[in-house]
C-alpha cells in the first residue's frame, strides 16, 4: 500500500518544499520521487499539491515548537536544525536562511499555518489542514499576502526567482542523492559483485535483504546451493562452513543436506515493505534531542522497515526504540527458526506504491533467484490495496480492472517460473478490506495536532483528497458509499487472484491462494483486549502498524498449518547442534 504526503519531515520535507516551490524561471531542481506524497504515475494534483502539503506540514511543526519552547520562531527553527542529525544540520540551517523571510515574522504573529501557505502561493484553492482563523481563510491570506508585497517578497525580482539548483545548496547535496537512489529499480546500491545481495543495511542492502557475506563474488550469496559443500568458504552466507575434524565431512552435508532448506522471497507493495513514520516525528510535544536520531537511516530506507515486518523482519523492536515500538515476529523468523541452515535467506522486495502492472513491468526484476544454483523459496505476492487505491477525484475508474489484474498477475506468475528453483511454493494474498481505516482512525486525533487536540485524521484525510495526493481516496474518505465501493472491487480483484491460483499450472512451483488476514487479526486482537487502532498507524492512517506485522505471521502459518500442512517446513533435527558450533551463524 502507498505512503503519504507525510512522509517527508523534517529536513526531507523542507526539501520538498524548496524543490517544489522553485518559481519556472530558476535553474532545475531535483525530482522527487511521487510516492513520497503518496502519489501514483498518471495522477495530477490540485490546490497546491504536494508542495501545499509540505509548507503546512512544516510551518505547523515551526509553530507548535516555538509555543512549546516560549520562543521566536527564529529561535525555534534554529533548535529544530540542532535536533536534526549532524550530516543534515548544515542543510537546514541553509534552508532556513533562505526561506525564514517568508514565514517567520508570520508565524510569531500566530497566522496559522494554511494561511501562511497560502499567502506564499504554496497552496491554493480551499485545502486546509488546521482549524481556520476566525476572519476565515482567504480573508486572513489577503492580508498577509499584501503585507508580503508590500515587503517585496512576492516580486519576480527577488532572490526566489534566481535560486541555484536545489541541489547545489551548501548540506543538501547529501538528501538529494539518497532521494535519487530511490529510483535505481529497487536493487541494492551498494552490490559489488552484482547479485543482488549487499553487506551494507540502507539503501536496498541488507535490511531487504541477506547479507552478503562476500561482495567480491556473485557465486557467494543467500539461498545459493553450497558449493564443495562449503568446506573452504561460506558460500551460502549461513555461517555454516568448514570441516568436521573427526569425519572430514564438511558441516553443510552433516547439518543441512536433507533437511529442505527454504528461503523465503515477499513481493508486494509498501505494507510489504512496513511502511511507518515514527509518531514522533510529527507530534513536537515528543521532540527532544535524540527524536531524529535516525532519520538517515529512514530516509535511506524509503521509511520503510523490512527489518521489522511480518514477512522478513529479523531485528527486535528495542533496537529501534522509540521510533518503533510493538511486537514482532516474521514469516522468515518461524522458518529459520524451523531450519537454522535457513540463516539470512530472505528477500523483501517490497516498493511502495506497487501494484499489479507496476510488478509485472519492472519491480519483479529485482528478485534474486536462479533455478539451477540457488535453492528453492516460498514466495508470498502481496498486493493489497494499490490496485483500488488511487488520488483522483473519480477513483473508481482508476482502479485496476479485473482483467488487468489477470493479466499483470500472471504475467507476474509466469515470471516466476523462469526464476524459482524446483520445490517452491508460491502464496497470493488476497486484497484488505480497508474500510476499518476510516471507521477505526477518523475520530482520533492526529499526530500533528497533539498540542491542541486540534486535527484529527479525518482532517488529514480531507486535506489529501483536496490536493489529489490521498494514497486511497476510496477508502480514506467520509463518503461510506464510496468506501462499500472501493470494498468491492478489492473483493472482486481478489477472487481474480484466487482463480488464477486454481487455473494456472506452473512448472517448477505450487501457488496457492491465502484471504487476506487484517480483519481477522484485528477482530482477535480486539477480542483479547486491544483496540482497532493499535494495529494501524498513526501518522498516514493507512498501513499496519508494528502491532499488526506479527498478527499477519500468526495467521498465515495458522493458514499453512490447516490447508498446507505438507507446505510447514520440516524442524531441522540438528538446530541445536548448529547453535553449539556457529552460534548467531555471523548475525545480519
Known amino acids: 500500500m502507498k505512503c503519504c504526503f507525510i512522509a517527508v519531515v523534517a529536513v526531507a520535507v523542507a526539501v520538498a518544499v524548496v524543490g517544489s516551490s522553485v518559481p519556472t524561471t530558476a535553474a532545475s531542481h531535483i525530482e522527487l520521487p511521487r510516492w513520497l506524497f503518496g502519489q501514483q504515475p498518471g495522477v495530477e494534483d490540485a490546490n497546491g499539491g504536494s508542495k501545499c502539503a509540505a ?56 497566522e496559522t499555518p494554511d494561511v501562511v501557505c497560502h499567502a506564499i502561493n504554496m497552496c491554493t484553492g480551499p485545502c486546509q489542514l488546521f482549524p481556520p482563523p476566525k476572519e476565515g481563510l482567504q480573508a486572513a491570506t489577503d492580508r498577509v499576502r499584501a503585507h508580503l508585497e508590500s515587503k517585496g517578497l512576492l516580486s519576480s525580482t527577488h532572490k526566489l526567482s534566481d535560486l541555484p539548483a536545489i541541489c547545489k545548496i ?23 559483485d552484482g547479485d543482488g545481495f549487499s553487506p551494507l543495511p540502507t539503501l536496498r542492502g541488507s535490511d531487504w535483504r541477506g547479507k552478503d557475506c562476500n561482495d567480491l563474488s556473485d557465486r557467494q550469496h543467500p539461498g545459493v546451493k553450497p558449493i564443495n559443500g562449503d568446506r573452504d568458504n561460506d558460500s551460502n552466507c549461513n555461517g555454516i562452513y568448514g570441516v568436521e575434524p573427526n569425519s572430514g565431512k564438511p558441516y553443510e552435508e552433516l547439518l543441512c543436506s536433507g533437511t529442505n532448506q527454504t528461503g523465503f522471497i515477499a513481493l508486494g507493495d509498501s ?6 513514520i515514527p509518531f514522533q516525528y510529527l507530534s513536537t510535544v515528543s521532540w527532544e534531542k535524540g527524536t531524529f536520531k535516525n532519520l538517515l537511516p529512514t530516509l535511506e530506507n524509503e521509511f520503510d522497515w523490512p527489518m521489522l515486518s511480518s514477512g522478513t523482519g529479523y531485528m527486535n523492536t528495542s533496537s529501534w526504540n522509540p521510533d518503533v515500538t510493538g511486537l514482532d515476529n516474521s514469516t522468515y523468523m518461524v522458518m529459520r527458526s524451523r531450519n537454522l541452515c535457513s540463516h539470512r535467506d530472505f528477500q523483501n522486495i517490497g516498493v511502495n506504491g506497487a501494484r499489479a502492472s ?94 491542541h487536540k486540534d486535527v484529527t485524521t479525518a482532517d488529514v484525510y480531507n486535506f489529501l483528497n483536496c490536493l489529489q495526493i490521498s494514497p486511497c481516496r476510496g477508502w480514506m474518505n467520509s463518503n461510506e458509499t464510496l468506501r462499500n465501493l472501493t470494498s468491492d472491487h478489492a473483493n472482486l480483484l ?31 486482537w480486539v477480542a483479547n483486549g486491544g483496540k482497532a487502532w493499535q494495529l494501524i498507524e498513526p501518522v498516514d492512517g493507512f498501513h499496519p502498524s508494528q502491532n499488526a506485522q506479527p ?35 555471523g548475525g545480519y
Open 551 to 585: 498478527l499477519i505471521t500468526e495467521f498465515f502459518w495458522r493458514y499453512l498449518n490447516k490447508n498446507y500442512p505438507n507446505l510447514m517446513p520440516p524442524v531441522n533435527p540438528n538446530n541445536a547442534e548448529i547453535f553449539r558450533i556457529f552460534g548467531d551463524q
Open 271 to 276: 505494507a510489504t515493505a512496513h511502511f511507518h
Open 494 to 524: 481478489s477472487n481474480v487472484l484466487k482463480n488464477l491460483t486454481l487455473s494456472y499450472k506452473p512448472t517448477n512451483y505450487k501457488v496457492h491462494f491465502f484471504p487476506n488476514p487484517i480483519q481477522k487479526a484485528v477482530d482477535e
Open 55 to 110: 509548507c503546512t506540514i512544516i510551518v505547523g511543526l515551526v509553530e507548535q515548537y516555538a509555543e512549546i519552547k516560549n520562543a521566536t520562531a527564529s529561535s525555534a527553527l534554529s533548535e529544530i536544525c540542532d535536533l536534526l542529525p549532524d550530516k543534515l544540520q548544515e542543510g537546514c540551517k541553509s534552508l532556513v536562511d533562505l526561506f525564514g523571510p517568508y514565514i517567520i515574522e508570520y508565524i510569531d504573529n500566530h
Open 358 to 451: 507496476s510488478m509485472n513491468d519492472s519491480i519483479q526484476n529485482s528478485m534474486s533467484r536462479n533455478q539451477q544454483t540457488d535453492l528453492p523459496a516460498l514466495v508470498m505476492y502481496a498486493l493489497i490495496g494499490n490496485d483500488v487505491c488511487n488520488g483522483h477525484p473519480d477513483t473508481l475508474s482508476h482502479m485496476t480492472t479485473p482483467q488487468e489484474m489477470h493479466d499483470k498477475a500472471l504475467g507476474t506468475l509466469k515470471f516466476l517460473d523462469t526464476r524459482l528453483p524446483a520445490g517452491s511454493s508460491v502464496f497470493m494474498m488476497g486484497l484488505a478490506d480497508g474500510r476499518i481505516l476510516y471507521n477505526t482512525m477518523a475520530k482520533r486525533i492526529h499526530p500533528i495536532g497533539s498540542l
Open 170 to 192: 551548501p548540506g543538501i547535496k547529501y538528501i538529494c542523492e539518497i532521494i535519487n537512489n530511490f529510483g535505481n529499480n529497487h536493487d541494492p546500491l551498494d552490490d559489488i
